[in-house]
């Protein structure tokens, strides 16, 4: 039962047969005829079907929101009883983070690591809406993300630190020696952000339109700070990125990271974890280093809980 439900899961997130067999491992007569046994045990048609995958049922959605607790349910148990055995956690942790918070995995990473060495980790840059995707679909154990600005639905949060921002510039350009800067001013320079459907930057967006800029525009668009900060590194770009993150890429030379004020806006980060209990094994290590990690990243926030 349990693999037929995971080829539930892997149909409702990749919407094609083929790719939903490839992600489970097996071949597609092999889905295809697994689907076709858990609707027969069940009695009930799960997936509208034609040519190719059309949709689920109304029955098919209800039975994926059990799949989902099942067989979180299953990996819960089957991790801790491979604790038990060995004595120690072992396995693969999986962290969907927002770009802007990549810099600050390591606070994480590092000490974990540090306390259960057998365990793997892979760690994806995805946009907000992604994350809360990843973990209602089991296809992420944890993520990194805003708190404030969007709804984390069936999800545990633990504030890790507040986002603040910084307009990145050359020491030689126009605002360049300011000690900070308005977003009204920063509307008026060319900029280079992330793209739209990135929550950061719905959030300069709404800033600068609260400063009077009707039109916020970009002259450069991507979904990598890496990249956006190499054009600042040129000398002839300006970004707004956290400070958090201003901090770790070790501004120096030309480059500039001035405050932001007018208004000095903050908006909170933090892990998000499914609201499952017992939680895995690995992602209740993780949430017990989260919340260690929170009183270096900020200590004002943790001395508020």
């Keep these: 039962m349990i693999d037929k439900l995971e080829f539930l899961l892997a149909l409702a997130r990749e919407r094609h047969f083929g790719r939903a067999a490839e992600a489970c491992g097996v071949t597609q007569p092999t889905l295809s005829a697994g689907l076709k ?3 027969e045990s069940l009695g009930v048609l799960l997936v509208t079907r034609g040519s190719r995958f059309q949709s689920l049922t109304p029955e098919g959605e209800r039975v994926l929101d059990w799949a989902k607790r099942i067989v979180g349910d299953v990996r819960t148990m089957r991790q801790e ?3 038990l055995k060995q004595g120690q956690l072992v396995g693969h942790l999986r962290l969907a983070a927002i770009p802007t918070a990549l810099a ?12 259960h060495p057998e365990m ?3 760690v994806r840059s995805c946009t907000s809406i992604e994350v809360l995707s990843a973990l209602d679909n089991l296809e992420s154990d944890a993520g990194i993300s805003y708190l404030d600005n969007e709804p984390i639905g069936r999800a545990r949060a633990i504030p890790l630190y507040r986002e603040q921002y910084r307009l990145l510039i050359s020491a030689d350009a126009p605002l360049g020696q300011r000690k900070t800067v308005t977003w009204a001013e920063i509307g008026q320079i060319p900029l280079c952000l992330l793209t739209p459907d990135m929550q950061n930057r719905r959030i300069i967006n709404q800033l600068l339109r609260e400063a009077g800029i009707v039109e916020p525009a970009a002259t450069l668009e991507s979904n990598s700070m890496i990249l956006l900060f190499s054009h600042v590194r040129t000398g002839r770009w300006a970004s707004v990125m956290p400070a958090i993150l201003a901090e770790t890429l070790g501004l ?18 933090g ?3 499914p609201d499952r209990d017992p939680m895995t094994p690995a992602t209740a290590a993780l949430v ?9 990243l900020d200590k004002d926030l943790a001395a508020s809980r």
């Design 37 to 39: 046994q858990l609707e």
């Design 81 to 83: 009883v491979r604790a």
């Design 104 to 115: 600050m995995v390591s606070a994480l990473t590092t000490p974990y690591h540090a306390r």
């Design 120 to 122: 793997r980790f892979t």
């Design 252 to 269: 120096i030379g030309a480059v500039r990271a001035i405050p932001i004020v007018e208004p000095a806006a903050v908006h909170t980060i």
């Design 271 to 273: 892990l998000i974890v």
């Design 288 to 296: 017990a280093v989260a919340l260690e990690a929170a009183a270096t």
